[in-house]
């Protein structure tokens, strides 16, 4: 199943085609103050081999640093201190700090165990783990202690993201009789029910907002993709589909209930450019364009303020993968830094966009 996933992971990417305040001496804007950190997962071209990168926003002339080599689907704790992920090989849980410390596997010696995260008051992990004949979700105490099954082998179930108010895990669920496509489910963490709200779903990604009323996630005809919302207290779901706008990536900017969308029009299709827009969730078909130029946008995150979007991408003919930072307000782009000075590596994590945190 492990196989399978980082199969249409790649075959995702290529269809969808601060913690304290300093004044950051950026090379463009040497007044701009900048916070926080940014967690991210870099996949190395032709290779399944991945690192999980912080870039500290706060500090000067800011450089990333390897935190893990060898470790994708990057979660960030509620309290910001300790990041939980899964390793290459073997495929395991294990946390660290986000300073580099303590790392621990939670999962050693186990079957392959993938797609981690936190409850949202940091006390339990939820996961993926690949039980024959499916893959099922597990829960477990943050040090990896005190692990109980939360579903059984009569279906798969995947992909698991725990809710904003610790209620409710949202997860992706497929029956037995269907190889293709999957349901939007939900169970409570006592594994006592499960209800399933959304047929035909793309296997990735569930994104929730932060006051746990509204999901994103990406529902699926034939062999397309389309973002769409799922409303918990009216029980609907509607499709955000923007007239002359091709999007290719959607995600949920918590700090602000907004959408940030990469995508482009006619005119920037025809230069090979792609812009950055904002939306809100109450009216998803208005968008507001806050960056544009980009020759190639891999992924983006919001700052927990609400006052800047990161984009990770490329500007002309840079083949070097950078972090550009929009002020919102401005809508000047600033390069901040550069990620990958090889041009050989690429944001493939697509199930775990970039963590922007205090």
């Known amino acids: 199943m492990q196989a399978m996933k980082k199969a249409i992971l790649a075959a995702a990417i290529i269809f969808l085609s601060i913690s304290s305040c300093k004044k950051a001496e950026n090379p463009v804007s040497p007044s701009w103050e900048l916070r926080g950190k940014i967690v991210y997962s870099l996949g190395y071209a032709n290779s399944y081999k991945h690192g999980i990168y912080v870039l500290d926003l706060s500090s000067p002339n800011p450089h990333p640093r390897l935190l893990v080599d060898g470790g994708s689907e990057p979660r960030v704790s509620p309290d910001g201190r300790a990041i939980v992920f899964t390793t290459d090989s073997p495929i395991d849980i294990c ?18 165990d993938s797609w981690p995260d936190w409850s949202a008051d940091g006390s339990k992990i939820v996961f993926a783990r690949d039980s024959s004949p499916f893959e099922t979700l597990w829960i477990m105490n943050a040090d990896g202690s005190g692990l109980r099954q939360l579903t059984d082998t009569s279906y798969l179930a995947t992909g698991p993201r725990w809710s904003p108010d610790g209620k409710s895990i949202a997860f992706l669920l497929r029956s037995p009789d269907n190889r293709y496509t999957s349901d939007l489910a939900f169970i409570d963490p006592h594994g006592i029910q499960i209800t399933s709200v959304v047929k035909n779903v793309w296997m990735w990604p569930i994104e929730w907002f932060s006051t746990a009323d509204y999901l994103l996630y990406m529902g699926r005809s034939n062999s397309f993709g389309f973002y769409s919302l799922y409303d918990l207290k009216g029980h609907t779901s509607r499709t955000i589909g923007l007239d002359g706008l091709r999007i290719n990536k959607i995600h949920v900017w918590l700090g602000a209930e907004k959408l940030i969308i990469v995508g482009q029009t006619h005119e920037d299709s025809a230069a090979s450019h792609w812009s950055v827009y904002l939306t809100t969730i109450r009216d998803p078909s208005t968008v507001q364009k806050i960056a544009s130029g980009f020759s190639g946008i891999d992924d983006v995150a919001g700052s927990p303020d609400s006052s800047c979007v990161a984009v990770f991408g490329r500007i002309g003919g840079d083949k070097a993968l950078s972090l550009y930072v929009v002020k919102i307000g401005e809508w000047s782009v600033t390069k901040v830094a550069t990620l990958d000075t ?8 697509f199930s775990e ?6």
């Open 95 to 112: 946390r660290i700090g986000i300073d580099g410390g303590g790392m621990s596997n939670l999962t050693e010696g186990g079957p392959i």
């Open 342 to 349: 090889s041009a050989t590596a690429m944001i493939i994590d």
């Open 353 to 358: 966009p970039p963590q922007w945190i205090r």
